[in-house]
Each structure stands twice: as structure tokens, then as C-alpha cells.
């Protein structure tokens, strides 16, 4: 048998693992999908059918992240990570999605001589799945980042990467003096994406970088100009933004006709800490 950090979604009690099952002290048991994840999301908070990501945006944002267009973004948020971490603890990242990022955020801890154990949640179970069947490393779990399976100050990192917010949620995981890392899209990122398909593109909104209980430490910037020359890319580029779920009919024929496309990419890593 084996502790982690995951907590019983139903009566909040230690998960211990044994074998692929996992249970706690209430007997409350649940058993790892084939491809390794667990699935910690009740039913009382699954608000649709199959929630979060879709399966073709999961494969296309996965697609694309392969072939290395934002490998710029995750050296960044690697690096913001290697500054903070112990020698050993405890990397969690909130809204993992495919993967793409915990993966390798957590190589690069290894690379530089360090011991992360690292987790991650998704509300999509095609994508905890995906995550989960590329890498056997790190421990996944479909799960809400507004109710995280996750016991209370077991991470010292946790990693929030354009997913949804609850900054009540990841105090609690955090060890005090533990270390928020998160990624938001900067002012111009994709412009010329945005212009090619929109008649009026506009720049994104930059918030104040203040969250309510945390203390700001620093920014980092990630920005490079890409150059997709496959359709495809672009469809799977454009279906991971939100403009995918907002988009006409007439901006979309714009975007099916394009052949190639040279954008910028601009990201803030913020980086922050619990008191």
C-alpha cells in the first residue's frame, strides 16, 4: 500500500493505494481506468454528460503541442517551477488537460537533479486518459479544480495552465509558503491569428496580476513568432482557444481557407506564493 496526495471525494478522507484500486478508511473504493488514471469527479458535480474539453479538442490541442509550437511556454513555466522547488515534493497541476505541460515540467525538475511527485486533474476524462497513457510518471485524476480530490497543504507547487481559477482551492492544497504558478495569454498573443479570421480583431485583457490571499513574487514573459504551414495546425491551433466556441460561420470558411500562417505567441508565467 501507498499514500498520495489524493482525498476522497466523498467523505474528504486520505486515499490509500492498493494494487490499481484506491480506497479510504471509510471503504469508500475507486478503481484506475487501463491507461492508470482515477476517476474522482461524483457524479453530484459532473454538470453534463461528458464534461470539460471534448475529445477533438483534446486531440487537437494535443496534436499541436507535440510538434512543439509552445515548447517556448513550457521552458518558461519549467524554469519558474525549477527556481521554487525542494529537493523533493510535491508538483500538482490543476487543469492538466492532456498533459503536455505536467510531462514536462516534470522532466525538466528531473533534469536539473531534483524529486518531484506530481499530479494532475482534469474535469475531461478523455484528457486525464490521454495524459495518463503518455505518462506513467505522474498520477492522474479526473476531478474539479473547484473541488481538487487533493488533501489539504500536501503541494508545494501547483500549476494552473489557462484553466479555470479557484484561489480558495489552491490555498488549501498548498503548503504554507508553497509556490502558485500560473500562465495567461499576454496582450498580442495570436493578433495575427485573430486578424486573418475576425474583421475587428482586439488585443486581449491583461488583469491585475493581484489574487486574494497571495503574494505576488514575479513575471515571466515567453514570446515567439510561429509558422504553421499545415492546415491543420491552424484548425488545431484555433480549436484550442476560446474563439473556437464563438466563432461564425463566416470566420470560420476564413479560417478553413488558410494555407499557412506566421502569428506571434505571448504568454505572462505568473508566479506567486502562499504566506
Not at 239 to 256: D, F, I, K, N, V
Request: hydrophobic share 40%.
Amino acid at each position: 500500500m501507498s499514500k498520495m496526495i489524493w482525498q476522497c471525494p466523498v467523505c474528504g478522507l486520505p486515499l490509500i493505494a492498493e494494487g490499481r484500486s484506491l480506497h479510504c478508511e471509510n471503504r469508500h473504493a475507486f478503481d484506475r481506468a487501463r491507461s492508470g488514471y482515477v476517476h474522482l469527479l461524483p457524479s453530484s458535480r459532473q454538470h453534463a454528460k461528458l464534461p470539460g474539453d471534448n475529445p477533438e479538442m483534446v486531440r487537437a490541442r494535443r496534436n499541436f503541442l507535440q510538434k512543439g509550437y509552445y515548447s517556448h511556454l513550457l521552458d518558461t513555466i519549467a524554469k519558474a517551477a525549477a527556481d521554487v522547488f525542494p529537493r523533493e515534493g510535491v508538483l500538482l497541476d490543476a487543469g492538466c488537460g492532456e498533459g503536455y505541460y505536467t510531462n514536462g515540467a516534470a522532466s525538466r525538475l528531473i533534469d536539473v537533479g531534483l524529486s518531484p511527485s506530481v499530479y494532475g486533474v482534469d474535469i475531461s476524462k478523455t484528457a486525464a486518459d490521454l495524459a495518463a497513457r503518455f505518462d506513467k510518471a505522474s498520477d492522474y485524476a479526473v476531478g474539479s479544480v473547484f473541488h481538487l480530490p487533493v488533501q489539504d497543504e500536501s503541494c508545494d507547487v501547483v500549476m494552473s495552465i489557462f484553466a479555470p481559477y479557484c484561489g480558495e482551492e489552491f490555498l488549501r492544497v498548498l503548503k504554507p509558503g508553497g509556490t502558485f504558478i500560473m500562465a495567461i495569454p499576454a496582450a498580442r498573443h495570436l493578433w495575427q491569428l485573430k486578424a486573418a479570421v475576425y474583421e475587428n480583431p482586439y488585443e486581449n485583457a491583461v488583469k491585475d496580476y493581484a489574487l486574494e490571499g497571495f503574494t505576488f513574487i514575479k513575471k515571466h514573459t515567453a514570446e515567439r513568432e510561429i509558422f504553421l504551414d499545415q492546415p491543420q495546425d491552424i484548425a488545431d491551433l484555433f480549436s484550442m482557444t476560446p474563439y473556437a466556441y464563438r466563432t461564425g460561420q463566416a470566420e470560420r470558411e476564413r479560417l478553413a481557407s488558410m494555407q499557412q500562417l506566421t502569428t506571434e505567441t505571448a504568454f505572462e508565467v505568473l508566479v506567486y506564493r502562499k504566506p
